[in-house]
Structure formats: structure tokens, C-alpha cells
């Protein structure tokens, strides 16, 4: 039986985790095997970062990123207009009870690595963190 603390929102559980590291897995193979004739993914790099899963493992959100970020909208919606033929590729790919419907979406992570990283190179940012740690000396 499982407790959870009431009033902390618990996470996806390990069975999701599993799931979806499985269901990322298969559909990376599934995009390299299948070519998607769409001109909008016509020799377009896609990495797949995160499948979340639903906790009935029905619903899956795929994170993903083109190579370099340029048209992450084109290429977004043309994975989503490919979204069944992809999930019929899937189901022959992983042993799961249901195959679980694929909602694709830009993964920002990148660009908030990227902005975060331009903070640190600025110049009044650099000399705040520099007189924080004069501080703790």
C-alpha cells in the first residue's frame, strides 16, 4: 500500500517512468526505420528528450527537439499530423496492453539552458556571484 503525504504532489510513478523511457526508446527507432514522407521533416534531425506518460499509460506527451532548434513549430506539427501512423508503428515495436496516443511538443529546456547560461555571462551576474563567494570566504 502506498502512503503519500498529504498536501506534496507526488511525481509520475516508476511504472510511468519505465514506460515512457520504453516508449522513447521504440519511437526513436520507429522515426529511424520509418521514413515520414512530410517535406517539414525532409532530412530534419529530431531528438526525442522525454515521453511522459498518463497514469493509465494511455497518453503519452513526447518532448522533442530538431537539430539545431530552427522551425521546432513546422516540425512540431508535422510529427503531430504523423501521430497515428506513428503509434501504429509503435505498437508492433513495445509490449505494452495499450499503445498509448502521442501528443508531440517542443522541448524548451534547451533554450532555458541557453538563456540561463547567457545570465551567467553577463557581466553584472558574474560580479554578484563573484561577491557572494568573496562573502563566504
Do not use: W
Not at 510529427?79 to 505498437?91: V, W
Request: charged content about 30%; hydrophobic content about 40%; aromatic content about 6%.
Amino acid at each position: 500500500m502506498k502512503h503519500r503525504t498529504a498536501g506534496k504532489p507526488s511525481g509520475p510513478s516508476q511504472r510511468q517512468l519505465r514506460a515512457g523511457e520504453l516508449t522513447r526508446h521504440a519511437l526513436v527507432e520507429v522515426m529511424r526505420d520509418h521514413e515520414i514522407l512530410d517535406p517539414d521533416l525532409a532530412g530534419v534531425p529530431i531528438t526525442v528528450t522525454q515521453v511522459r506518460l498518463s497514469p493509465d499509460l494511455r497518453h503519452a506527451i513526447c518532448f522533442v527537439e530538431p537539430l539545431g532548434g530552427e522551425k521546432f513549430s513546422v516540425v512540431v506539427d508535422a510529427l503531430n499530423r504523423h501521430a497515428k501512423f506513428l503509434r501504429g508503428r509503435l505498437g508492433r515495436a513495445i509490449e505494452m496492453k495499450f499503445t498509448p496516443d502521442l501528443k508531440f511538443v517542443h522541448d524548451e529546456t534547451f533554450n532555458e539552458a541557453s538563456r540561463i547560461n547567457a545570465l551567467f555571462d553577463d557581466p553584472k551576474v558574474a560580479q554578484d556571484l563573484a561577491a557572494d563567494s568573496s562573502d563566504q570566504d
